[in-house]
């Protein structure tokens, strides 16, 4: 893929978005690992602008691995503030998954007895607790009664 070029006013944009993120990734004294490289991948997915904290690297250091995630990830260096580096591309198309034929259920991963009769239960409880909420609803207010009369008084309370 082509390396990505910003205008001033669109990388001006994605520092303003980039403001009030928070660092996604993490790279410290073991650098750019294949690892860190899926998680900045898996991330840039997710998000398409990411924060990433660099530690224990001096300012050479740190332009070199902005320059490598950029390149090997196919991202445009937005920002470099002291340890955040801020970089941004598009997601990519997710591939849609290939469907398989349903398979017809397999007898041992049936529920079992216990996973029935707790699932039974879990139902008769639910059951037994709003009848016993609507019990106590119309016992406050029973069904065509009038709702309780306010309490303030006009009159003085000697008077009639």
Not at 17 to 35: E, Y
Not at 49 to 76: F, H, N, P, T
Request: proline share 10%; aromatic share 2%.
């Amino acid at each position: 893929m082509p390396k990505i070029e910003l205008t001033p006013v669109a990388r001006q944009a994605l520092r303003a978005r980039a403001h009030a993120l928070h660092p996604v990734v993490t790279i410290a004294g073991n650098g750019l690992t294949p690892s860190v490289l899926a998680e900045l991948e898996c991330s840039l997915q997710a998000h398409e602008l990411i924060k990433v904290r660099v530690q224990g690297m001096e300012r050479e250091e740190r332009e070199a691995l902005l320059a490598s995630i950029c390149d090997q990830l196919d991202a445009a260096p937005i920002q470099r503030i002291g340890n955040i580096l801020v970089i941004w591309r598009p997601a990519r198309e997710k591939k849609a998954p290939e469907k398989k034929a349903p398979t017809p259920p397999n007898p041992a991963t049936a529920k079992s007895a216990a996973a029935f009769a707790a699932t039974a239960r879990r139902a008769a409880l639910a059951k037994a607790s709003t009848e016993r909420s609507e019990k106590q609803r119309h016992y406050r207010n029973p069904p065509g009664s009038q709702p309780p009369r306010s309490r303030s008084r006009t009159t003085p309370r000697g008077g009639r």
